[in-house]
Nanobody
Framework: QVQLVESGGGLVQAGGSLRLACLYSVPTFSSYAMGWSRQAPGKERELVAA????????HYADSVNGRFTISKDNAKNTMYLQMSSLEPEDTAVYYCLADESHSAPGGLADFGLWGQGTQVTVSS
C-alpha cells in the first residue's frame, strides 16, 4: 500500500522561501516516478515538478523553473520541493504524487497516487 504524506506548507511573504516534504511508503523493490502538483482556487491542476525514482531526471513547469527545486532521498523515503522567490501566484494546495507504472516522470495524467495536500499561501 502506497502512502504519501506532505508537510511544510504555510504562510510566507512574497520573495521568501519554503520547503515542502513528502514522506512516502511504497512496496519493496518498486521504483515510482514522483512529483508535485498544485491547484489554486478556480484554476486547473498543474504539474509543478517531477523526478525519476533514481533522482537523475527532473522536469519543471515553466512557471517555476529556476525558482523551485525537486529532490528526493530514498534512504529517508522523503521527497522535497524547495521553493524560492515565491510569488502570490504560487498560492495553492500542493500535492505529492507517485506514478506506480513508470520510474521516469511523464505528464500529470500518469500520476495516479496523490497525497492529501498541504496549503501554501504567499502574501504580497
Amino acid at each position: 500500500q502506497v502512502q504519501l504524506v506532505e508537510s511544510g506548507g504555510g504562510l510566507v511573504q512574497a520573495g521568501g522561501s519554503l520547503r515542502l516534504a513528502c514522506l512516502y511508503s511504497v512496496p519493496t523493490f518498486s521504483s515510482y516516478a514522483m512529483g508535485w502538483s498544485r491547484q489554486a482556487p478556480g484554476k486547473e491542476r498543474e504539474l509543478v515538478a517531477a523526478i525519476s525514482w533514481s533522482g537523475h531526471i527532473t522536469h519543471y513547469a515553466d512557471s517555476v523553473n529556476g525558482r523551485f527545486t525537486i529532490s528526493k532521498d530514498n534512504a529517508k523515503n522523503t521527497m522535497y520541493l524547495q521553493m524560492s522567490s515565491l510569488e502570490p501566484e504560487d498560492t495553492a494546495v500542493y500535492y505529492c504524487l507517485a506514478d506506480e507504472s513508470h520510474s521516469a516522470p511523464g505528464g500529470l495524467a500518469d500520476f495516479g497516487l496523490w497525497g492529501q495536500g498541504t496549503q501554501v499561501t504567499v502574501s504580497s
